[in-house]
């Protein structure tokens, strides 16, 4: 099936610090969407794109949909501790599905 | 308020018993969904339905069934015939057509002991 290679796998950082992380694809799709999920709890939506080169903003957080529609990346600016989670990169799958990467682990240190 | 309730949270079950998660949402959505989760392995599309009576394998179907009797209603049966159950389930609808955000609920945790 299709793949998203989605990395760094897991990071430490320092509270402050900005965090990048990318999500890539030998496929194109036209819907890239980024979700954080707390431990043991569901994937909560934090941005989604749909038009490629699109850059968004929500908060500390910024994403872009690659110009190419096969990559994107999630920048965190100034991390905080509830920052801490795995987040997950998606795109549309055929059927309304979506394509998950697996994820990148964020832990912050205080 | 409206939004997806998974039940039961946590559950154990013994090797050679079927078990069903419950999955309801009272969004109105069309399409509901099944993902499970493993460590490492972020989530893999089960079974997916988008109208009532109709339902369609995802990528690790095997050992899962489902039922769509209701459109609120999306339950899971893992069966004796799933070699590895234990794993985090994951229920997810969306209004459909088209793609975009899935709205999850809380998710079930399925412990074979």
């Known amino acids: 099936g299709q793949q998203l290679n989605q990395s760094p796998q897991s990071m430490f950082i320092q509270e402050g610090e900005d965090v990048s992380m990318n999500c890539t694809s030998s496929?194109?799709?036209?819907?890239w969407l980024w979700y954080k999920q707390d431990p043991g709890e569901g994937p909560v939506l934090l941005i989604a794109l749909y038009k490629a080169g699109e850059l968004t903003s929500n908060g500390r957080l910024t994403a872009q949909f690659g110009i190419t529609r096969k990559d994107s990346f999630l920048n965190i600016s100034a991390s905080i501790p509830s920052d801490v989670g795995i987040y997950f990169c998606?795109?549309?799958?055929?059927?309304?599905?979506?394509?998950f990467g697996k994820g990148t682990k964020l832990s912050v240190k205080p | 308020d409206g939004g997806i309730t998974q039940s039961p949270k946590y559950l154990f079950r013994k090797e050679g018993q079927n078990v069903t998660l419950s999955c309801e949402q009272n969004l109105n959505h069309d399409a509901m969904y099944w993902y499970r989760q493993d460590p490492g392995q972020g989530l893999r599309l089960i079974y997916y339905s988008q109208i009532v009576n109709d339902f369609q394998k995802g990528d690790i179907a095997e050992g899962y069934s489902v039922s769509r009797e209701k459109k609120e209603s999306f339950p899971l049966t893992v069966t004796s015939a799933q070699k590895n159950p234990t794993a985090f389930y994951l229920c997810?609808?969306?209004?459909?057509?088209?793609?975009?955000?899935?709205?999850f609920g809380e998710g079930s945790r399925l412990t074979v002991l």
């Open positions: 496929s194109i799709f036209n819907t």
């Open positions: 997810a609808s969306h209004p459909l057509p088209g793609t975009g955000e899935l709205f």
């Open positions: 998606a795109v549309g799958g055929s059927q309304g599905n979506l394509i």
